[in-house]
């Protein structure tokens, strides 16, 4: 079978290739990994023995600013993440506004948490953090904050709970004080405007203390000056010196990586920004050697499993060769709607996924299946309380698509806000019991649904019956492939519940191998980002690969 006989079987395309050179037999090949040419399947490990744990290690609470409370951050990143760090608010050596009268709240604020934090609630947050961690079960991980207008802002993340607070003059000093520490050293929201809290690539160091960087958060996206989720908070716009595109091109090796910066004490809020990291084990030193050998991906919100490979190199890894041989592995959560090879900035391969997949062919298939709760129109929560169940059938895998409060700063007059955590009581085979809280969406662009995603295996003639605050509603997974159903439980403008379209595995499962054999540069970066029809983003860290 050649390349396009197999792209019109597996109704996938293959867009924009450019550098790619042939070899016997196979140039390059698209779609799910199964109907992969046996001499080119053999290169890809399974996605199921790949062990990827997901967390937030940058977000806030009420500890200094924000809202919320620590312990129930703490609840709340636990119903939907391995690991997490909750981050005071610490430092801003340079500091501005001290005569300008526009910028008095915002100064006010920063100040009195740094007191308050210094009053005694770092100790109370250490001790708080060090009891919620559960080694092979959930762990945490203590962190602060750094402002800096001139090298922008950083969180030190720290291996261990007796992790000291210090003084610093700047960015560079800080790293020099903790330089004898296991700690973590990262940029985050790097595409504002350079001196005004954006990020100084003139200042990047390769180094243990700062292995990888955050490209996404509720800030939004800094992987370019352009494209989806643009800067929209009054920091300013992004641009193009603090992008990652442009550190890369600098020549600066780094991981990518995502986290919240949520202000709402829910970590891990969806949506927002996760890290994910390839380790074997769910083991605190595991973890943080993984991370240090910059074996990190980042999504922003739905676990989004990237599996990419240049020759034996691992994302992160640098590597000798003139020939690449490129095994890429995805499994999304939802329908893909492209994957992306990233070569020195530029586009080498858009995987481009047909715009409606055809349901499966047999009665047991494989299917992904989201439930949305939430379209309130009350200022009220809704208490969602019931379960999600399947009439026959299994449920292989369950993701949490929990949200917190759309929170990126302070809200004047939220002094007495609670964070309401939401809950998985109980899972077997066949059923999921939830209990959730959803908030009136802020805005027509800005969701306040809670949700979950069903991986199941199940005839297409059984049914999911989501059953919640005294209501049953229930589609066979045919009618699923047949589009997304919805209903109100009280009428119009009531809340309400919705069932995605189901997801076939051709639809968010898709393998692809090609050969580069064309360097460009002494030094070539290849990464690998992942766009779901829903909006939702995942990325890989670069694989670089030295002229040979």
């Known amino acids: 079978?050649?390349?396009?006989?197999?792209?019109?079987?597996?109704?996938?395309?293959?867009?924009?290739?450019?550098?790619?050179?042939?070899?016997?037999?196979?140039?390059?090949?698209?779609?799910?990994?199964?109907?992969?040419?046996?001499?080119?399947?053999?290169?890809?490990?399974?996605?199921?023995?790949?062990?990827?744990?997901?967390?937030?290690?940058?977000?806030?609470?009420?500890?200094t600013y924000g809202h919320g409370d620590l312990k129930d951050a703490l609840a709340a990143a636990e119903q939907q993440l391995?690991?997490?760090?909750?981050?005071?608010?610490?430092?801003?050596?340079?500091?501005?506004?001290?005569?300008?009268?526009?910028l008095g709240w915002v100064i006010g604020?920063?100040?009195?948490?740094?007191?308050?934090?210094?009053?005694?609630?770092?100790?109370?947050?250490?001790?708080?953090?060090?009891?919620?961690?559960?080694?092979?079960?959930?762990?945490?991980?203590?962190?602060y904050e750094c402002h800096s207008m001139e090298h922008g802002d950083h969180v030190a993340l720290f291996h261990d709970f007796n992790a000291p607070l210090v003084e610093c003059e700047s960015v560079p000093d800080l790293k020099e004080k903790l330089k004898d520490y296991n700690v973590y050293i990262t940029p985050h929201h790097m595409g504002y405007i350079t001196g005004f809290r954006g990020y100084n690539w003139a200042a990047f160091r390769e180094d243990r203390q700062t292995?990888?960087?955050?490209?996404?958060?509720?800030?939004?996206?800094?992987?370019?000056?352009?494209?989806?989720?643009?800067?929209?908070?009054?920091?300013?716009?992004?641009?193009?010196?603090?992008?990652?595109?442009?550190?890369?091109?600098?020549?600066?090796?780094?991981?990518?990586?995502?986290?919240?910066?949520?202000?709402?004490g829910y970590p891990g809020s969806y949506?927002?920004?996760?890290?994910?990291?390839?380790?074997?084990?769910?083991?605190?030193?595991?973890?943080?050697?993984?991370?240090?050998?910059?074996?990190?991906?980042?999504?922003?919100?739905?676990?989004?499993?990237?599996?990419?490979?240049?020759?034996?190199?691992?994302?992160?890894?640098?590597?000798?060769?003139?020939?690449?041989?490129?095994?890429?592995?995805?499994?999304?959560?939802?329908?893909i709607d492209y994957v992306d090879i990233i070569k020195n900035g530029e586009c080498i391969a858009r995987l481009g996924a047909p715009h409606r997949i055809a349901a499966p062919e047999g009665e047991v298939v494989r299917a992904k299946v989201k439930i949305d709760f939430g379209w309130n129109r009350e200022e009220e929560y809704v208490r969602w309380q019931g379960r999600v169940r399947l009439t026959d059938g299994r449920i292989d895998d369950l993701q949490t698509c929990f949200r917190g409060a759309a929170f990126t700063s302070p809200q004047p007059g939220e002094t007495e806000f609670h964070?309401?955590?939401?809950?998985?009581?109980?899972?077997?085979?066949?059923?999921?019991?939830?209990?959730?809280?959803?908030?009136?969406?802020?805005?027509?662009?800005?969701?306040?649904?809670?949700?979950?995603?069903?991986?199941?295996?199940?005839?297409?003639?059984?049914?999911?019956?989501?059953?919640?605050?005294?209501?049953?509603?229930?589609?066979?997974?045919?009618?699923?492939?047949a589009g997304a159903r919805a209903h109100f439980l009280r009428g119009w403008l009531s809340e309400a519940v919705q069932f995605s379209r189901a997801v076939p595995e051709t639809g968010f499962t898709v393998g692809h191998y090609l050969v580069d054999d064309t360097p460009e540069r002494d030094t070539d970066y290849y990464?690998?980002?992942?766009?779901?029809?829903?909006?939702?983003?995942?990325?890989?860290?670069?694989?670089?690969v030295e002229r040979a």
């Open 1 to 63: 079978m050649d390349r396009r006989e197999f792209l019109k079987t597996s109704g996938w395309s293959l867009l924009g290739l450019a550098a790619v050179s042939a070899i016997p037999g196979c140039t390059s090949f698209t779609g799910d990994t199964k109907s992969l040419p046996d001499h080119v399947k053999k290169g890809f490990p399974s996605l199921k023995d790949m062990k990827v744990f997901w967390g937030d290690v940058h977000n806030h609470c009420n500890v």
């Open 82 to 102: 391995d690991f997490a760090s909750v981050t005071p608010h610490a430092l801003w050596p340079d500091i501005p506004g001290e005569n300008d009268p526009r």
């Open 109 to 143: 604020y920063h100040t009195e948490a740094f007191r308050r934090l210094r009053r005694g609630g770092y100790d109370k947050y250490l001790k708080a953090v060090e009891a919620a961690n559960r080694p092979g079960e959930f762990l945490t991980f203590p962190s």
């Open 211 to 264: 292995p990888f960087v955050e490209m996404f958060s509720r800030h939004g996206l800094a992987e370019s000056d352009s494209g989806d989720y643009n800067y929209l908070h009054d920091m300013g716009p992004r641009v193009w010196e603090g992008s990652i595109l442009y550190g890369l091109e600098q020549g600066h090796k780094f991981g990518l990586m995502c986290s919240t910066d949520q202000h709402a």
């Open 271 to 335: 949506g927002d920004g996760r890290i994910g990291v390839y380790a074997p084990s769910l083991d605190r030193d595991a973890i943080w050697e993984a991370m240090g050998r910059r074996r990190v991906c980042g999504v922003t919100g739905d676990k989004i499993k990237i599996d990419l490979r240049v020759n034996e190199g691992l994302p992160g890894e640098v590597i000798r060769a003139g020939k690449r041989e490129i095994y890429l592995n995805v499994e999304a959560q939802n329908q």
């Open 419 to 481: 964070t309401r955590v939401n809950r998985v009581l109980g899972r077997d085979e066949r059923s999921v019991a939830l209990d959730m809280y959803s908030s009136k969406n802020p805005n027509v662009m800005t969701p306040a649904m809670q949700g979950v995603i069903l991986d199941v295996e199940m005839p297409r003639s059984a049914k999911i019956v989501a059953e919640f605050n005294g209501h049953a509603y229930e589609h066979t997974l045919d009618e699923l492939f």
């Open 527 to 544: 990464y690998v980002r992942v766009r779901q029809r829903d909006g939702q983003w995942g990325w890989s860290t670069p694989v670089w």
